[in-house]
């Protein structure tokens, strides 16, 4: 057999494939705590520099602007370069970017520095996402994709946890000396332990790609091909042209409608949870613990919808998922009175509004071949992140506008609803392209 993707495709997961699988989750759970460590410390930066909500909204999405970007640009890095390189790049912009948001003296120095750092986190999302999806066999790939995704409320609750500790002792500058210490240890950790996609050597073939195919597939425990099936890749075509093909063009759209919109929901929650929590009279550490608690209900949806998603199928899975989240959106608007009230509340929203978002890593995994792969999910996650960005910022506005929290969540969590409809014009163009075989829908 000479196709090293049929080979880990129908082969049973090894323990160095798990261990890839799980490195990545771990990337996506340091992704999860840097773009959140903003949130853990805006009471302290509206406090020390006396801004009002509607600034607050456009600091809290510094990072999402340079997420879009990242995500596109260096999503298509990875396609051209590689799925390691690029996440080394990553990782190396996000130390630094976490480092000097601890030294800012300025709300504009700090706007600067966390859209450096959200390019870092942005290309990391494309590339980890294509990473799993090329480690993990047929039977697995949607399971080890949503786990992947999953990371990233797992590592906002734990790093969110001790920025809780941090605050009781520190000012806010500590979260991100923190943070930029954790993500140089994974930058080291990665250099020296991931390896890069065979699928993606197999597509590209770059210099020596045969010998390091089969280095990597001993450390899996198969044994080595002796040479690479004939490539099907159209030479000198770009990823992007490809994408904007007539063959994927209204696929590609639809989802970055779909993902644009729930994605404006998805933020609202967790950029504003901090400043709506001590807006009601209660300390920062305990509007970082009611943070907590939305990210630990993000996490167990995630985890079940990625048991789920291996037995119904996904995208009409995600459809009732979706219509859900509007519901649990709306109902977190009505203002409850103790903390306990607020941690049930928001970790009964992050269960179906993270459950959402992590099925659209799956269901981007399986649509896009691997030569567009990272280019593939960072458009949709790229341009999609318009809606990170101004998630906050609109619910900034209507906050200062005068709208009370209730009709400011009706507002934000319709993005929900017009998702699910994105999902349901999706079902004829996916059922087109998988009677075609122009896709990997599974």
Same mark, same amino acid.
Not at 54 to 83: C, N, Q, T, Y
Not at 183 to 197: D, Q
């Given at each position: 057999?000479?196709?090293?993707?049929?080979?880990?495709? &129908?082969?049973? $997961? &090894?323990?160095?494939?798990?261990?890839?699988?799980?490195?990545?989750?771990?990337?996506?759970?340091?992704?999860?705590?840097?773009? !959140?460590?903003?949130?853990?410390?805006?009471?302290?930066?509206?406090?020390?520099?006396?801004?009002?909500?509607?600034?607050?909204?456009?600091?809290?999405?510094?990072?999402?602007?340079?997420?879009?970007?990242?995500?596109? !640009?260096?999503?298509?890095?990875?396609?051209?370069?590689?799925?390691?390189?690029?996440?080394?790049?990553?990782?190396?912009?996000?130390?630094?970017?976490?480092?000097?948001?601890?030294?800012?003296?300025? *709300?504009?120095?700090?706007? $600067?520095?966390?859209?450096?750092?959200?390019?870092?986190?942005?290309?990391?999302?494309?590339s980890t996402n294509a990473m799993v999806a090329e480690f993990s066999n047929r039977k697995h790939r949607n399971l080890?994709?949503?786990?992947?995704?999953?990371?990233?409320?797992?590592?906002?609750?734990?790093?969110?946890?001790?920025?809780?500790?941090?605050?009781?002792?520190?000012?806010?500058?500590?979260?991100?000396?923190?943070?930029?210490?954790?993500?140089?240890?994974?930058?080291?950790?990665?250099?020296?332990?991931?390896?890069?996609?065979?699928?993606?050597?197999?597509?590209?073939?770059?210099?020596?790609?045969?010998?390091?195919?089969?280095?990597? !597939?001993?450390?899996?425990?198969?044994?080595?091909?002796?040479?690479?099936?004939?490539?099907?890749?159209?030479?000198?075509?770009?990823?992007?042209?490809?994408?904007?093909?007539?063959?994927?063009?209204?696929?590609?759209?639809?989802?970055?409608?779909?993902?644009?919109?729930?994605?404006?929901?998805?933020?609202?929650?967790?950029?504003?949870?901090?400043?709506?929590?001590?807006?009601?009279?209660?300390?920062?550490?305990?509007?970082?613990?009611?943070?907590?608690?939305?990210?630990?209900?993000?996490?167990?949806?995630?985890?079940?919808?990625?048991?789920?998603?291996?037995?119904?199928?996904?995208?009409?899975?995600?459809?009732?998922?979706?219509?859900?989240?509007?519901?649990?959106?709306?109902?977190?608007?009505?203002?409850?009175?103790?903390?306990?009230?607020?941690?049930?509340?928001?970790?009964?929203?992050?269960?179906?509004?993270?459950?959402?978002?992590?099925?659209?890593?799956?269901?981007?995994?399986?649509?896009?071949?691997?030569?567009?792969?990272?280019?593939?999910?960072?458009?949709?996650?790229?341009?999609?992140?318009?809606?990170?960005?101004?998630?906050?910022?609109?619910?900034?506005?209507?906050?200062?506008?005068?709208?009370?929290?209730? *009709?400011?969540?009706?507002?934000?969590?319709?993005?929900?609803?017009?998702?699910?409809?994105?999902?349901?014009?999706?079902?004829?163009?996916?059922?087109?392209?998988?009677?075609?075989?122009?896709?990997?829908?599974?």
């Amino acid at each position: 057999m000479s196709d090293p993707k049929t080979i880990l495709d &129908n082969s049973p $997961m &090894n323990g160095f494939q798990i261990f890839v699988v799980v490195m990545c989750i771990a990337l996506n759970a340091l992704d999860g705590f840097d773009v !959140l460590a903003i949130s853990f410390a805006s009471p302290g930066i509206a406090a020390e520099w006396s801004i009002n909500r509607a600034e607050l909204g456009i600091v809290l999405a510094a990072e999402l602007f340079g997420m879009a970007v990242g995500s596109i !640009l260096l999503g298509g890095l990875a396609d051209r370069h590689g799925r390691r390189p690029t996440i080394l790049f990553c990782l190396v912009i996000m130390t630094l970017g976490m480092y000097v948001a601890s030294l800012v003296t300025s *709300v504009g120095q700090l706007l $600067m520095v966390r859209f450096v750092t959200g390019l870092g986190i942005g290309g990391m999302l494309a590339s980890t996402n294509a990473m799993v999806a090329e480690f993990s066999n047929r039977k697995h790939r949607n399971l080890a994709v949503i786990f992947m995704a999953a990371g990233y409320p797992v590592g906002a609750i734990i790093g969110g946890s001790i920025s809780t500790v941090l605050l009781q002792a520190y000012d806010w500058r500590a979260i991100f000396v923190f943070g930029s210490l954790v993500t140089g240890a994974f930058l080291v950790i990665s250099w020296f332990s991931l390896p890069e996609s065979i699928e993606y050597l197999a597509a590209r073939r770059p210099a020596n790609a045969l010998n390091r195919i089969n280095r990597t !597939l001993a450390r899996m425990g198969h044994g080595g091909i002796d040479q690479l099936a004939a490539s099907t890749e159209t030479a000198g075509r770009s990823s992007f042209h490809k994408l904007f093909s007539p063959d994927f063009r209204a696929l590609v759209l639809l989802m970055v409608m779909a993902y644009f919109m729930l994605i404006m929901t998805f933020y609202y929650i967790l950029k504003w949870i901090p400043k709506i929590v001590v807006d009601m009279g209660h300390e920062a550490a305990a509007a970082g613990g009611v943070l907590v608690w939305a990210n630990i209900g993000g996490a167990t949806g995630a985890f079940l919808l990625g048991f789920i998603a291996s037995r119904v199928p996904l995208r009409q899975l995600l459809m009732v998922v979706l219509l859900i989240a509007f519901v649990m959106v709306s109902a977190f608007g009505v203002r409850q009175t103790d903390l306990n009230g607020l941690a049930l509340i928001a970790a009964a929203t992050g269960f179906f509004t993270n459950a959402s978002v992590v099925g659209f890593y799956a269901l981007m995994a399986n649509t896009f071949p691997s030569d567009i792969r990272a280019s593939g999910t960072g458009i949709v996650i790229g341009i999609g992140r318009g809606g990170a960005a101004l998630g906050p910022v609109i619910a900034g506005f209507l906050f200062n506008a005068g709208f009370d929290l209730l *009709v400011v969540s009706i507002v934000m969590g319709a993005g929900a609803l017009v998702a699910a409809l994105a999902l349901f014009m999706l079902g004829p163009v996916m059922k087109r392209h998988q009677a075609t075989g122009n896709l990997q829908l599974q």
